[in-house]
């Protein structure tokens, strides 16, 4: 069993910057491959950010690249999320997840593709 706990969420102005964290518990925390997904109230859950097992691969929806940085520290059994210039429609749910097998390369991006959750961390940007 993964644990997974989101923290950072807040309300910030459009133009400012949070910083997401996700630490998780149970299995060797390097044997996952880590996701950030979003939800906005009335649409489904759809990826952020994600970071393959290894570290060296990461991958962003087009929404929030080159605002969003997606990093993991194994010896902090923890994945961050730097997000940057925010805008009102980054508001919305974000979930932290984890898949425990597959390439140790590999960054997914499909919300279907990961096996365990956070209870997800609310950021909402004001305009």
């Known amino acids: 069993q993964v644990q997974l706990v989101e923290s950072g969420g807040a309300l910030v102005q459009a133009g400012g910057s949070l910083r997401l964290s996700c630490a998780a518990s149970?299995?060797?925390?390097?044997?996952?491959?880590m996701g950030w997904l979003r939800q906005a109230p009335g649409k489904e859950r759809e990826f952020v950010a994600a970071?393959?097992?290894?570290?060296?691969?990461?991958d962003y929806a087009d929404s929030v690249k080159g605002r969003c940085t997606i990093s993991r520290d194994n010896a902090k059994n923890t994945i961050y999320l730097q997000m940057n210039s925010l805008k009102p429609e980054d508001t919305a749910v974000y979930y932290c997840?984890?898949?425990?097998?597959?390439?140790?390369?590999?960054?997914?991006?499909?919300?279907?593709?990961?096996?365990?959750w956070g209870q997800g961390t609310q950021v909402t940007v004001s305009s």
């Open positions: 970071i393959s097992r290894s570290g060296g691969t990461t």
């Open positions: 149970g299995r060797i925390f390097s044997s996952y491959a």
């Open positions: 997840a984890a898949r425990v097998s597959g390439s140790p390369f590999r960054a997914y991006v499909h919300p279907d593709e990961y096996t365990y």
